[in-house]
């Protein structure tokens, strides 16, 4: 089976310093793929590599076989890496509705001038567009609240809107930074269902950088551990949570006998 995203010996120095060093993974079509590790391990770097916001020192990215070097954030997008981030970055200003339709935009083929004169061809996608961004929002059953502001939303209901706006953009490999960062325990539980149904429904491979070990070891089929930029460990959840150097390095914890392993909650 050849992976849809395939990184090899990726790595990045700032200024002196080793952020990531030969970071390799090969994910699979319709895979859930987990990246854990302490703050600073270098979760995020990976994402930001991934989508081309930094460009490798060293290694390569190859999507579908073809290579990302050289390409910028949008193109990586257009190509079919999608992300969320951290600290929620929509358009809060504007719709819920109108987040989800300008991340449609790059696939729209209608002229400058056919949207500036209103032209058939101009409201003709722009109406299917409106219906894809509905049919997405109903996806987080959202579609209640499609007018509203974004920034009016609840926390977890904008998490979900920033995942379904990264969906408008059709992506093969969906990444998701902290996607129950700020949830409760119920809406985790959710959450948790969301993903497999994102994934089943479009057919995607999903990788998640994610604090909340219950979500990780519920969901993910393979779990990648960072330590300072090196990857010490990498297996199924149950490999993971019973490895001693994940256990001394990240999440150990004594139990009343005196054990250790990962706690899944």
């Excluded at 849809?4 to 120095?13: F, K």
């Excluded at 200024?15 to 970071?23: E, I, P, R």
């Excluded at 057919?203 to 330590?227: F, P, T």
């Excluded at 149950?238 to 390095?249: F, G, Q, S, T």
Aim: proline residues 4%.
């Amino acid at each position: 089976m050849t992976p849809i995203l395939d990184v090899a010996n990726l790595g990045i120095d700032f200024g002196g310093l080793q952020a990531l060093d030969d970071f390799n993974i090969q994910v699979y079509n319709n895979e859930i793929v987990g990246l854990i590790g302490p703050n600073g391990a270098g979760k995020t770097t990976v994402f930001n590599l991934l989508t081309s916001v930094y460009q490798p020192s060293r290694g390569s990215i190859a999507l579908e076989g073809k290579k990302t070097k050289g390409k910028n954030t949008y193109q990586v997008t257009q190509s079919g890496i999608a992300r969320t981030f951290q600290n929620i970055r929509l358009f809060k200003d504007i719709s819920v509705l109108d987040n989800v339709m300008v991340a449609m935009h790059n696939g729209m083929s209608y002229t400058l001038a056919e949207a500036v004169l209103r032209l058939p061809s101009y409201w003709k996608q722009e109406a299917a567009a409106r219906r894809t961004a509905m049919d997405l929002l109903a996806v987080f059953d959202m579609q209640g609240v499609a007018d509203a502001k974004a920034g009016s939303l609840p926390y977890g209901a904008q998490r979900r809107l920033e995942i379904a706006r990264a969906l408008a953009t059709h992506p093969k490999v969906l990444l998701l930074d902290e996607p129950a960062a700020g949830m409760n325990p119920s809406e985790t539980a959710e959450l948790m269902t969301t993903i497999r149904s994102i994934r089943d429904r479009f057919n995607i491979a999903i990788i998640l950088i994610e604090h909340d070990m219950s979500l990780v070891m519920g969901i993910c089929e393979r779990i990648l551990v960072l330590n300072y930029g090196l990857v010490i460990a990498q297996g199924t959840p149950e490999e993971i949570r019973n490895n001693p150097l994940v256990v001394e390095a990240y999440l150990g914890k004594k139990d009343s006998d005196g054990k250790k392993g990962i706690q899944a909650s």
